[in-house]
Antibody, heavy 120, light 107 residues
Framework: QITLKESGPTLVKPTQTLTLTCTFS??????????VGWIRQPPGKALEWLAL???????RYSPSLKSRLTITKDTSQNQVVLTMTNMDPVDTATYYC????????????WGRGTLVTVSS | SYELTQPLSVSVALGQTARITCGGN??????VHWYQQKPGQAPVLVID???NRPSGIPERFSGSNSGNTATLTISRAQAGDEADYYC??????????FGGGTKLTVL
C-alpha cells in the first residue's frame, strides 16, 4: 500500500525559504523508474506542477519556478524534500507530493496535502 | 512551453453523458492523464494514458485522444461525479503540464 505525507511549516514570512518534506511508504525511490513530485494549489485555483525527482536522481523543475526550487531525496529515509526560496504571499497554497511509476506516467498516488500560508 | 486548455465549466443532467475536453497542440501524440478532485480532497487519477482506467474507477469513466483534443467522458453522470477535473501530459521541455481544470456540475 503506497502512502505519502507532506510535512512542514504552516506559516512562513515573505522572503523566507520554505522547506517541505514528503515521507512515503509502500515503495522505494531506488526502484527503477520511480519518481516523486510536488504539486501545489492556491486556494480556489488550479493545480500547478512544481518539481519531480526520479530514482536515478534525475530532477525536473517547472520552468517558471526553476530558479527558486530545489528537490532532493533521501532514499534510506524514504523522504523527498522540496525547498522554495524567496516566498511571497502568492505562494500561499496547498502543497501535495505524489508518486509516479516512471517517466511520462501519471501521479497515481497523492498525499493529502499541506496548506502553507505566506504572511508577515 | 506546452499549454493545455480546458473549459472552465461543464454541466450535465443527472444520468446523461458529460464530455470534458483538453486541447493542446498535437496532443494526440502525447499520453493524457485525467484527475478528479473533490472539494477539500487530493486529486484522484481516473484515466491513465488516454483511456486506461485505474483499479477502482467505474467503467462510466472513459477517455479518448486524437489530433488536438483529448476528451474525458463520464456516462450516466451521478451527483457524486461533481468535481473539478484536470488533464495532464508529459512534455519533453516542461516535464509535467496540467490543464486549468474544469468544474463539472450535475444538474
Amino acid at each position: 500500500q503506497i502512502t505519502l505525507k507532506e510535512s512542514g511549516p504552516t506559516l512562513v514570512k515573505p522572503t523566507q525559504t520554505l522547506t517541505l518534506t514528503c515521507t512515503f511508504s509502500g515503495f522505494s525511490l531506488s526502484t527503477s523508474g520511480v519518481g516523486v513530485g510536488w504539486i501545489r494549489q492556491p486556494p480556489g485555483k488550479a493545480l500547478e506542477w512544481l518539481a519531480l525527482i526520479y530514482w536515478d536522481d534525475d530532477k525536473r523543475y517547472s520552468p517558471s519556478l526553476k530558479s527558486r526550487l530545489t528537490i532532493t531525496k533521501d532514499t534510506s529515509q524514504n523522504q523527498v524534500v522540496l525547498t522554495m526560496t524567496n516566498m511571497d504571499p502568492v505562494d500561499t497554497a496547498t502543497y501535495y507530493c505524489a508518486h509516479s511509476r516512471g517517466y511520462g506516467t501519471p501521479h497515481d498516488y497523492w498525499g493529502r496535502g499541506t496548506l502553507v500560508t505566506v504572511s508577515s | 512551453s506546452y499549454e493545455l486548455t480546458q473549459p472552465l465549466s461543464v454541466s450535465v443532467a443527472l444520468g446523461q453523458t458529460a464530455r470534458i475536453t483538453c486541447g493542446g497542440n498535437n496532443i494526440g501524440m502525447k499520453n493524457v492523464h485525467w484527475y478528479q478532485q473533490k472539494p477539500g480532497q487530493a486529486p484522484v487519477l481516473v484515466i491513465d494514458r488516454d483511456s486506461n482506467r485505474p483499479s477502482g474507477i467505474p467503467e462510466r469513466f472513459s477517455g479518448s485522444n486524437s489530433g488536438n483534443t483529448a476528451t474525458l467522458t463520464i456516462s450516466r453522470a451521478q451527483a457524486g461525479d461533481e468535481a473539478d477535473y484536470y488533464c495532464q501530459v508529459w512534455d519533453s521541455n516542461t516535464a509535467v503540464v496540467f490543464g486549468g481544470g474544469t468544474k463539472l456540475t450535475v444538474l
